[in-house]
């Protein structure tokens, strides 16, 4: 078995081609990580992989992990774009720039805002669930764990407190499911621009560094960076 870690942003994600990972597994390689993608099948070009939260529960999407993969599999390929595929979802990964890559990430649903336990919320689905508060991002380590295990949602969900800076950019702070909270994270990004904005190029701020998103008709494109740890 062999692996590595890769990190975006100090979102660290150790990439292993273990076929034999159980939920106990994952509990002890994942220490001090932000999880573990596992590499199912992995030609010059395509990739098929599963995403493990640290406590040894599956995401059904990760924007961070998949661009790592991508990048995991252009580095051992030497292809130029690559395409991920994690549950039905098939994400196109390529190379923009210096440890840099676009995602195509794909569809990405808005609800209509709601109330829950009197904090305003809206949800978002990228693959997996989101929800996304308007406020003070230093609040995410009270609203994390009240909204993530919430019976409104059964199945648990990622939060993201977001403070709205102008047109295009905001600061947010993320509470990841199965996780805690995350210095930086693709799928938030995607999340929070899409809550706060219709259309259009959106600069997200996490404590980690800068992600960016281009929604477009509904979907969203999604511009990181994914390098070996310690590179």
């Given at each position: 078995?062999?692996?590595s870690?890769?990190?975006?942003?100090?979102?660290?994600?150790?990439?292993?081609e273990?076929?034999?990972?159980?939920?106990?597994?994952?509990?002890?390689?994942?220490?001090?990580?932000?999880?573990?993608?596992?590499?199912?099948?992995?030609?010059?070009?395509?990739?098929?992989?599963v995403?493990?939260?640290?406590?040894?529960?599956?995401?059904?999407?990760?924007?961070?992990?998949?661009?790592?993969?991508?990048a995991?599999?252009?580095?051992?390929?030497?292809?130029a774009?690559?395409?991920?595929?994690?549950?039905?979802?098939?994400?196109?990964?390529?190379?923009v720039?210096?440890?840099s890559?676009?995602?195509?990430?794909?569809?990405v649903?808005v609800?209509?805002?709601?109330?829950?336990?009197?904090?305003?919320?809206?949800?978002?689905?990228?693959?997996?669930?989101?929800?996304?508060v308007?406020?003070?991002?230093?609040?995410v380590?009270?609203?994390g764990p009240?909204?993530?295990?919430?019976?409104?949602?059964?199945?648990?969900t990622n939060?993201?407190?977001?403070?709205?800076?102008?047109p295009?950019?905001?600061?947010a702070?993320?509470w990841?499911?199965?996780?805690?909270e995350?210095?930086?994270?693709?799928?938030?990004?995607?999340?929070?621009?899409?809550?706060t904005?219709?259309?259009?190029d959106?600069?997200?701020?996490f404590?980690?560094?800068?992600?960016?998103?281009?929604l477009?008709d509904?979907?969203a494109w999604?511009?990181?960076?994914?390098?070996?740890?310690?590179?």
């Open positions: 078995m062999t692996s870690r890769w990190h975006a942003h100090g979102n660290v994600y150790l990439v292993s273990d076929d034999a990972l159980t939920p106990e597994r994952v509990r002890e390689q994942a220490q001090g990580t932000d999880g573990i993608v596992q590499v199912l099948r992995a030609d010059d070009d395509v990739l098929e992989i995403i493990w939260n640290t406590d040894g529960s599956t995401a059904e999407m990760s924007g961070n992990g998949t661009r790592i993969a991508g995991w599999l252009m580095e051992r390929s030497g292809a774009d690559v395409r991920v595929v994690v549950g039905p979802r098939t994400v196109t990964v390529r190379a720039g210096d440890a890559y676009e995602s195509e990430i794909g569809a649903k609800g209509e805002p709601e109330t829950v336990d009197d904090v305003e919320l809206t949800t978002v689905d990228v693959g997996n669930p989101h929800a996304v308007v406020g003070d991002p230093d609040d380590t009270r609203l009240l909204l993530e295990t919430h019976p409104r949602f059964p199945n648990r939060v993201q407190v977001a403070r709205i800076d102008g295009g950019e905001v600061t702070r993320v990841e499911r199965g996780v805690g995350t210095t930086a994270s693709g799928s938030s990004a995607v999340a929070v621009a899409a809550a904005h219709a259309e259009g959106v600069l997200v701020h404590p980690g560094g800068d992600l960016r998103v281009r477009q509904g979907a999604l511009t990181g960076p994914a390098e070996p740890v310690g590179a």
